[in-house]
């Protein structure tokens, strides 16, 4: 296998995609992968050596190499097609790396540490958080969930936790706290589209009460009252 096969096959670039380009010269411990689709005999549909409206190019951070940094450039192809390997428009990510830094925000691990673990720019990271919070950014597929200590709190997938978000249950707090995170959280809620955008929020709404358990057994108990699941599940 020649270098350009042996980088498709570790990021899982199958045909009709190929990779059209590498360089190692754009930034220090960095590999920059130029993906391509070809279209016929007579050349590329896009990619690093031609390309019909180079303008378009995307260009993503993508899960490290080994312990090289990837950038991916490329466009998405015109029939719609979503491989992970590619990024979203105007974010700094490919799927795949959103999809993982999706699921350490839904666990709360801050994102000094998601830079530190995943080897990410805080900008880049902000950019990402950003966007997820304003509605502009979708996820492919939910992160992963995890079992959560506090076993009488509503399951996430509880009504009570959207009719909380969406203004249309309102409960007696006395916690200023949560009163300034619920502020936020529904004006946020407002403008997300995305069901695993908003499912991001109700774990961060989820894990406020979790943390603070102790101050919050007013807001608890009627948050109980008006679940209709029992308690915490899978």
């Known amino acids: 296998m020649n270098t350009k096969e042996l980088v498709a096959a570790a990021l899982e670039v199958r045909q009709p995609w190929q990779v059209t380009q590498i360089r190692h010269d754009l930034g220090p411990d960095q590999i920059d992968v ?22 378009d190019e995307g260009r993503w951070r993508h899960v490290n190499l080994g312990r090289l940094r990837c950038v991916i450039h490329g466009t998405p192809s015109p029939d719609g097609e979503a491989p992970v390997w590619l990024g979203d428009e105007e974010q700094p990510f490919t799927r795949l790396l959103s999809r993982r ?17 995943l080897d990410l720019p805080v900008a880049d ?5 950003h966007r997820l919070d304003s509605g502009k950014a979708v996820l492919a597929a939910p ?18 936790w959207e009719n909380l978000l969406d203004g249309s249950l ?7 706290g949560l009163k300034l995170l619920l502020t936020k959280l529904r004006e946020q809620w407002a403008v997300i589209g995305d069901p695993e955008v908003r ?14 358990e102790k101050s919050l057994t007013r807001e608890l108990a009627q948050l109980r009252l008006r679940a209709t699941s029992g308690g915490e599940r899978p």
């Open 34 to 55: 130029w993906i391509g689709k070809e279209a016929a005999r007579s050349g590329w549909l896009f990619g690093a050596r031609s390309s019909p409206n180079p303008g």
């Open 101 to 117: 830094v999706a699921g350490l925000m839904h666990d709360g691990v801050g994102l000094g540490t998601i830079c530190d673990l």
């Open 125 to 129: 990271l902000w950019k990402f958080k």
């Open 143 to 160: 992160p992963e969930s995890r079992q959560e200590a506090l076993n009488t709190l509503p399951a996430a997938d509880d009504p009570v």
């Open 170 to 176: 309102g409960i007696d707090m006395h916690a200023l």
């Open 199 to 212: 499912a991001l929020k109700v774990q961060e709404l989820r894990r406020y009460f979790i943390r603070h």
